[in-house]
C-alpha cells in the first residue's frame, strides 16, 4: 500500500525543542536547504498571505522569478522574508496546515529565527537594533528623572524625530514609548499583602509579579491596577526580587547567547519563588510567552526552566481559572459599556482561549468585540524606518474595527499593541489596558 501525504493535520500543532547548539543550526547550506524546501510548500499553499508581510514578500519574489517557482528566486533574497518576520507565530498556531506532526513538519517562525541567529551570529546586525532591544540598558537610561523628561520631550518634538530617523533609522511618525522615573518596582516596593492565599483549581492563590522591562518603566499603571484586582479578589501579590528583561526582544534579533544571559538570571529568582508557593505571571504577553514556551523549548533538559514554565501563567488566565472554582467576586459597580479588544499575538500563541474576553464579558453593562488580529507591532518592527509603513498597513484593519465600533472603551494585553492602534486611529483617544479596564469596572 502506497503512503500518500495527508493534507494538513488532525491534530493540534506541537513543538520540537530548538536545536540551537547543533553547528548545523548555524551552517548556510543546510540552512537554505530548509529555507527552499519551506518556502517551496508555502508557495503551493498561501494560506498565510493575509498575516504579515512575509508571505507577500516570498510570494512577490517567486511570481517575478524566472521560472515562477522557488527555484527562480536569487538566495540572497531570502532575507528580504526573514526580515519582515516578527515571530508572532501566528502561522504556525492558527493557519499552516503541515505543522508537526504532519510528515512535512513545518515550522515558519523557528525557521525565521534560525536565520536571524545565522544572521547576528555573522555581524549582520545594525547598531539600531542592538539598542532597541536592549531595553535594560536603554530603560536604566532613560529612567533616571531628568533624563527621563528630556527622551519624553525628545520623542514628542518633530525635528528631534526627524534626526532621530535619519541618524538612527527609527521611523519619525512610529509612536515610542515614554519613560517613567518612578517605575513599577519602586512603585511596589514596599507593598506587602493581607490577604491569605486559598488554593482553587490549578492555581496555589498567591502570585509574584514579574514586572517586564516595558510595564517596569514604560507603563508602570497596569501593573498597580493588577495588584488591586488581583488582591481584591483574595489573591496576595508580590513582585520579583529582581529581573532582568525576559529576553524575547535579543530572540527575535537572533541573539540567541543574550537569551541564555537572561535565562540564566530570570529563572533562579523565579524558580526559587515557585518553590515558595508562588505562581507567576506577567502582564506583557510577549514575555510570558518567553518562559511558558520559548525558553523551554530552548532549554528542554534544565529542571528549573519547566518548573517556571508550569507555574506561569497569563493574568486573565488566572482569574478566570479562579473563577472556575468560584473564586472571582463578580462584585462590579461600573459598566463600561462597548469594548473593542484587541487580542495579542502572543497572548493568543498560548492556547489558553479568550480569557481576557471571558473575564471583561463578566461585567454587566458591557459589550465585549474582540480583534483577533495582528496588530503589527512587534515591540520593534513598527518602529524602524524600514518596516514602519508596513506595520501600519497591518494595524490598519484593526483600527478600523475599533473606528466603526464606535466603544467606549479599547485597549489590548499588549500595551505596545495598544499605541500602534492609537497611532492609527490618530482620534486623540487613549487605549485602556484591560485590567486597568477591570480596575474601574470593580471601582477599587
Known amino acids: 500500500m502506497s503512503s500518500t501525504p495527508r493534507e494538513g493535520n488532525l491534530e493540534a500543532p506541537t513543538r520540537h525543542p530548538l536545536d540551537w547548539l547543533n553547528p548545523d543550526f548555524y551552517n548556510e547550506q543546510s540552512l537554505f536547504n530548509e529555507m527552499e524546501r519551506v518556502f517551496d510548500i508555502c508557495h503551493g499553499c498561501r494560506r498565510c498571505v493575509s498575516l504579515c508581510q512575509s508571505f507577500p514578500t516570498l510570494f512577490d519574489l517567486v511570481d517575478e522569478s524566472s521560472t515562477m517557482e522557488v527555484d527562480g528566486v536569487d538566495k540572497k533574497s531570502y532575507w528580504k522574508v526573514v526580515d519582515h518576520c516578527y515571530l508572532c507565530d501566528l502561522c504556525y498556531m492558527t493557519k499552516c496546515p503541515y505543522t508537526p506532526p ?7 517562525p523557528h525557521l525565521m529565527l534560525r536565520a536571524k541567529a545565522y544572521k547576528f551570529r555573522h555581524g549582520d ?3 539600531r537594533d542592538r539598542i532597541l532591544t536592549s531595553t535594560d540598558a536603554v530603560g536604566n537610561l532613560a529612567g ?3 533624563v527621563a523628561q528630556v527622551v519624553n520631550a525628545a520623542n514628542k518634538f518633530g525635528p528631534t524625530r526627524k534626526a532621530l530617523e535619519a541618524v538612527l533609522g527609527v521611523h519619525a511618525d512610529a509612536k515610542l514609548p515614554e519613560y517613567h522615573s518612578n517605575t513599577l ?3 511596589l516596593g514596599g507593598h506587602s499583602s493581607t490577604a491569605q492565599a486559598e488554593p482553587a483549581g490549578r492555581t496555589r492563590g498567591k502570585v509574584a509579579l514579574f514586572a517586564t522591562c516595558y510595564m517596569n518603566r514604560n507603563e508602570p499603571g ?11 479578589n483574595g489573591i496576595p501579590v508580590r513582585i520579583a526580587e529582581k529581573e532582568r528583561c525576559c529576553g524575547m526582544p535579543k530572540l527575535e534579533l537572533g541573539d540567541l547567547e543574550a537569551v541564555r544571559a537572561a535565562k540564566e538570571f530570570n529563572i533562579p529568582v523565579l524558580a526559587k519563588l515557585v518553590d515558595a508557593g508562588w505562581d507567576l505571571t506577567a502582564l506583557v504577553p510577549s514575555c510570558a510567552l518567553m518562559f511558558k514556551q520559548e525558553l523551554p523549548l530552548m532549554f ?4 528549573d526552566v519547566q518548573k517556571v514554565k508550569n507555574a506561569f501563567f497569563d493574568p486573565f488566565e488566572y482569574l478566570m481559572l479562579r473563577h472556575k472554582e468560584g473564586k472571582l467576586k463578580t462584585d462590579f459597580k461600573n459598566p463600561l459599556g462597548k469594548v473593542a479588544y484587541h487580542a495579542a499575538c502572543h497572548q493568543r500563541v498560548q492556547n489558553i482561549g479568550q480569557k481576557t474576553r471571558e473575564a471583561l464579558a463578566l461585567i454587566p453593562g458591557s459589550e465585549v468585540e474582540i480583534i483577533e488580529r495582528c496588530s503589527g507591532h512587534d515591540g520593534t ?11 501600519m498597513k497591518i494595524v490598519k484593519p484593526v483600527a478600523e474595527r475599533v473606528r466603526k465600533a464606535e466603544v467606549a472603551h479599547y485597549g489590548s494585553d499588549c500595551a505596545m499593541a495598544g499605541h500602534h492602534i492609537e497611532n492609527s486611529l490618530k482620534d486623540g483617544v487613549v487605549p485602556e489596558h484591560p485590567i486597568s479596564m477591570m480596575r474601574k469596572a470593580y471601582g477599587i
Do not use: Q
Open 381 to 391: 518592527y513598527a518602529v524602524k524606518k524600514e518596516f514602519h509603513a508596513a506595520s
Open 102 to 108: 504532519h510528515e512535512w513538519n513545518l515550522d515558519f
Open 222 to 232: 497596569p501593573g498597580e491596577d493588577m495588584v488591586a484586582v488581583f488582591e481584591h
Open 300 to 303: 528542554p533538559d534544565d529542571a
Open 144 to 146: 533616571i528623572p531628568v
Open 125 to 127: 546586525v545594525k547598531m
Open 185 to 187: 518596582r519602586k512603585r
